[in-house]
C-alpha cells in the first residue's frame, strides 16, 4: 500500500518538478530583460517594465493561472484552448520573471557607482564594465534572495491545480475520494521537504564558492 | 620667462554647472610634463568635479581640455563630445579615488592586469602576439606592485588589504595603462592617519620619477613637499597658484592666508 502511494506521488511529482524546472530556466532568462527595462533612462520603457511588475507581483498566482487558461476563450470565440500544463507554465513564467527582474534590479542596482567609474577610467567598454566588473558582484548579491524565490516557486507549484494539473498534491487529494486515506496528502509534505532541502544545500555550495570575495 | 616645451596637459576656462549651482568657472591652469600639480581648498570649492571633468566623468559647459597639443574636449565643438571617442581619452587620464574603488571579485595582481589585457585584445595582430602582450601585462603589473611596495601581496584580494594597501593597488591599476596625467582624488582622506603615510611615500615616489600628477588633498605638508605648483581654488575658481614656496609658505592672498591658518592651526 504505502509503496503503491509512492508511487503514485512520485508521478505527481513528476509535473511538480517540470513546472519548477521550466518556470526556474525561462523566468531566470526574461527577468533579465524586464529589470535592465525597470532601470531604462527611456521612460515608455521604465513605465512599461514596472507596471507590468506592478500588476504581476499585485496579483495573486493562482488567479493569474485561471485568467491565462480560461481567458482566450472568452475574448476569442472559438480559439483552441491552451493545455491545462501551458496554461500553467506561461503564468507561472511571466508571474517569476516579474519577481526574478525584481532581484535582478536591486543586485544592480546595489553596485557602487565607483565601481563603474573607475572602470570607465580604465578605459572599460559598457560591456566589459557589465560582465568582467559588475556581473559577479551582482551574481554575489542575489544569491540569498534567489535562493528564498526559488524556494518558494517549489511549493507555489501547486496552485497549478487550479486548473487540474496532476502534481502531487492533487494526486495526494485524490486518495481521499478514491479510497478514503488522507495520509498520503499530509505524506506529499515530505517530497516537498526533501527537494527544498537538496536546492537548500545547493545554494549553500553556490555561496561558499563566492566567498573568496566581498562587496562592500 | 622663456618657453619650455608645450606644456602635457592645458585646461582653458573650464566650466561647469549642475542645473543652476555652478561648480566652477573660468578654470585655466596647464600642467608640464614631469611635473606635480596639487590642488588645494576647502570642501564644496570644485575641485573633485574638477578632477571628475578631466576624466570625463563629468562634461563640462564651458571651456577646452587640451593633451600634448590635441584638443579633447571643446565644450563648443560638439565633434569632440562623441561617445564612442571618449573612452579612449580617459586613457590620457589616470584617476585614482578617495574610495579605492578596487574590483573586488579580483586579486591585486588581476585588478592591475584586467584593463591593460581588455585594451591589448583591441590591437590589430592580437591574437598571433597573444602570449607576449599577455607576458609584458604581467611582468608590468608586477613590477607596478612592487614599485608601491606591494609584491607580497600580488594574490590578496582587496578585502584581505588594509586601505592603505587597497589605495596603492589603485595607484598601480591606474599607472597600468599609461596614462598622460595621473589624478588623485583626496587619495589618503579615507584613511586613518597610520596609512595616509605609506600612501604619500609612493606618491611622492611617483614625483621623483618625474610622473605627471594632478593632485587634489589636504595635506598641506605633503603638497609642499610632493608639487610643483599649487593651486589654491575656492568658491570655484582658482584664487591663486604658483610655486609652493609662495602659494602655501607665503600666500598672496587673503583668502589663501585664511584657509591656511586654519590648517596649520590644525598641524
Same mark, same amino acid.
Given at each position: 500500500?504505502?509503496?503503491?502511494?509512492?508511487?503514485?506521488?512520485?508521478?505527481?511529482?513528476?509535473?511538480?518538478?517540470?513546472?519548477?524546472?521550466?518556470?526556474?530556466?525561462?523566468?531566470?532568462?526574461?527577468?533579465?530583460?524586464?529589470?535592465?527595462?525597470?532601470?531604462?533612462?527611456?521612460?515608455?520603457?521604465?513605465?512599461?517594465?514596472?507596471?507590468?511588475?506592478?500588476?504581476?507581483?499585485?496579483?495573486?498566482?493562482?488567479?493569474?493561472?485561471?485568467?491565462?487558461?480560461?481567458?482566450?476563450?472568452?475574448?476569442?470565440?472559438?480559439?483552441?484552448?491552451?493545455?491545462?500544463?501551458?496554461?500553467?507554465?506561461?503564468?507561472?513564467?511571466?508571474?517569476?520573471?516579474?519577481?526574478?527582474?525584481?532581484?535582478?534590479?536591486?543586485?544592480?542596482?546595489?553596485?557602487?557607482?565607483? @565601481?563603474?567609474?573607475?572602470?570607465?577610467?580604465?578605459?572599460?567598454?559598457?560591456? @566589459?564594465?557589465?560582465?568582467?566588473?559588475?556581473?559577479?558582484?551582482?551574481? /554575489?548579491?542575489?544569491?540569498?534572495?534567489?535562493?528564498?524565490?526559488?524556494?518558494?516557486?517549489?511549493?507555489?507549484?501547486?496552485?497549478?491545480?487550479?486548473?487540474?494539473?496532476?502534481?502531487?498534491?492533487?494526486?495526494?487529494?485524490?486518495?481521499?475520494?478514491?479510497?478514503?486515506?488522507?495520509?498520503?496528502?499530509?505524506?506529499?509534505?515530505?517530497?516537498?521537504?526533501?527537494?527544498?532541502?537538496?536546492?537548500?544545500?545547493?545554494?549553500? /555550495?553556490?555561496?561558499?564558492?563566492?566567498?573568496?570575495?566581498?562587496?562592500? | 620667462?622663456?618657453?619650455? *616645451?608645450?606644456?602635457?596637459?592645458?585646461?582653458?576656462?573650464?566650466?561647469?554647472?549642475?542645473?543652476?549651482?555652478?561648480?566652477?568657472?573660468?578654470?585655466?591652469?596647464?600642467?608640464?610634463?614631469?611635473?606635480?600639480?596639487?590642488?588645494?581648498?576647502?570642501?564644496?570649492?570644485?575641485? +573633485?568635479?574638477?578632477?571628475?571633468?578631466?576624466?570625463?566623468?563629468?562634461?563640462?559647459?564651458?571651456?577646452?581640455?587640451?593633451?600634448?597639443?590635441?584638443?579633447?574636449?571643446? !565644450?563648443?565643438?560638439?565633434?569632440?563630445?562623441?561617445?564612442?571617442?571618449?573612452?579612449?581619452?580617459?586613457?590620457?587620464?589616470?584617476?585614482?579615488?578617495?574610495?579605492?574603488?578596487?574590483?573586488?571579485?579580483?586579486?591585486?595582481?588581476?585588478?592591475?592586469?584586467?584593463?591593460?589585457?581588455?585594451?591589448?585584445? *583591441?590591437?590589430?595582430?592580437?591574437?598571433?602576439?597573444?602570449?607576449?602582450?599577455?607576458?609584458?601585462?604581467?611582468?608590468?603589473?608586477?613590477?607596478?606592485?612592487?614599485?608601491?611596495?606591494?609584491?607580497?601581496?600580488?594574490?590578496?584580494?582587496?578585502?584581505?588589504?588594509?586601505?592603505?594597501?587597497?589605495?596603492?593597488?589603485?595607484?598601480?591599476?591606474?599607472?597600468?595603462?599609461?596614462?598622460?596625467?595621473?589624478?588623485?582624488?583626496?587619495? +589618503?582622506?579615507?584613511?586613518?592617519?597610520?596609512? +595616509?603615510?605609506?600612501?604619500?611615500?609612493?606618491?611622492?615616489?611617483?614625483?621623483?620619477?618625474?610622473?605627471?600628477?594632478?593632485?587634489?588633498?589636504?595635506?598641506?605638508?605633503?603638497?609642499?613637499?610632493? !608639487?610643483? +605648483?599649487?593651486?589654491?581654488?575656492?568658491?570655484?575658481?582658482?584664487?591663486?597658484?604658483?610655486?609652493?614656496?609662495?602659494?602655501?609658505?607665503?600666500?598672496?592672498?587673503?583668502?589663501?592666508?585664511?584657509?591656511?591658518?586654519?590648517?596649520?592651526?590644525?598641524?
Amino acid at each position: 500500500m504505502f509503496w503503491n502511494v509512492t508511487l503514485k506521488l512520485f508521478e505527481g511529482f513528476s509535473q511538480t518538478l517540470l513546472i519548477f524546472i521550466l518556470t526556474l530556466v525561462f523566468s531566470l532568462i526574461l527577468g533579465l530583460p524586464i529589470a535592465f527595462g525597470s532601470m531604462s533612462r527611456f521612460k515608455p520603457l521604465r513605465w512599461l517594465s514596472r507596471t507590468f511588475v506592478w500588476i504581476i507581483r499585485g496579483t495573486p498566482l493562482m488567479l493569474q493561472v485561471i485568467i491565462v487558461f480560461y481567458g482566450p476563450a472568452l475574448i476569442w470565440e472559438g480559439i483552441s484552448p491552451l493545455s491545462r500544463m501551458a496554461a500553467v507554465l506561461i503564468a507561472f513564467i511571466i508571474n517569476y520573471s516579474a519577481y526574478f527582474s525584481e532581484i535582478y534590479r536591486g543586485g544592480i542596482e546595489a553596485i557602487p557607482k565607483g @565601481q563603474y567609474e573607475a572602470a570607465q577610467t580604465l578605459g572599460m567598454t559598457r560591456k @566589459q564594465i557589465f560582465f568582467k566588473v559588475v556581473l559577479l558582484q551582482v551574481v /554575489k548579491r542575489i544569491v540569498p534572495p534567489m535562493s528564498n524565490e526559488i524556494l518558494t516557486l517549489v511549493k507555489d507549484t501547486s496552485l497549478a491545480r487550479i486548473v487540474a494539473v496532476k502534481e502531487i498534491i492533487w494526486v495526494g487529494q485524490e486518495f481521499i475520494a478514491s479510497r478514503a486515506l488522507l495520509w498520503p496528502l499530509f505524506y506529499t509534505g515530505v517530497f516537498y521537504l526533501v527537494f527544498c532541502g537538496i536546492l537548500t544545500l545547493v545554494f549553500g /555550495k553556490i555561496e561558499e564558492k563566492l566567498d573568496y570575495f566581498k562587496v562592500q | 620667462m622663456a618657453e619650455k *616645451e608645450n606644456p602635457i596637459l592645458e585646461v582653458k576656462n573650464l566650466s561647469k554647472s549642475f542645473g543652476k549651482v555652478e561648480v566652477f568657472s573660468d578654470i585655466c591652469f596647464a600642467i608640464e610634463k614631469g611635473s606635480a600639480m596639487a590642488v588645494i581648498g576647502s570642501s564644496g570649492s570644485g575641485k +573633485t568635479t574638477l578632477l571628475r571633468c578631466l576624466n570625463f566623468l563629468e562634461t563640462p559647459e564651458h571651456g577646452q581640455i587640451v593633451v600634448k597639443g590635441n584638443c579633447l574636449f571643446d !565644450a563648443d565643438d560638439s565633434s569632440t563630445q562623441q561617445e564612442k571617442d571618449i573612452r579612449h581619452k580617459r586613457l590620457h587620464f589616470g584617476l585614482v579615488f578617495q574610495s579605492f574603488n578596487l574590483f573586488p571579485q579580483y586579486s591585486a595582481f588581476r585588478n592591475v592586469t584586467l584593463a591593460s589585457e581588455l585594451l591589448a585584445k *583591441e590591437q590589430p595582430g592580437y591574437s598571433s602576439n597573444r602570449g607576449r602582450l599577455i607576458k609584458e601585462i604581467q611582468e608590468r603589473a608586477e613590477y607596478l606592485l612592487g614599485q608601491v611596495g606591494l609584491s607580497d601581496k600580488l594574490n590578496n584580494y582587496p578585502h584581505e588589504l588594509s586601505g592603505g594597501q587597497q589605495q596603492r593597488v589603485a595607484i598601480a591599476r591606474a599607472l597600468a595603462v599609461n596614462p598622460d596625467i595621473l589624478c588623485f582624488d583626496e587619495p +589618503t582622506s579615507a584613511l586613518d592617519p597610520e596609512l +595616509t603615510g605609506e600612501v604619500l611615500k609612493v606618491i611622492k615616489s611617483l614625483a621623483d620619477l618625474n610622473t605627471t600628477m594632478l593632485i587634489v588633498t589636504h595635506e598641506m605638508s605633503f603638497a609642499r613637499d610632493v !608639487a610643483d +605648483t599649487v593651486a589654491f581654488m575656492d568658491a570655484g575658481s582658482i584664487v591663486e597658484q604658483g610655486p609652493p614656496s609662495q602659494v602655501i609658505s607665503n600666500p598672496k592672498q587673503a583668502r589663501t592666508r585664511q584657509f591656511l591658518e586654519r590648517y596649520l592651526g590644525n598641524n
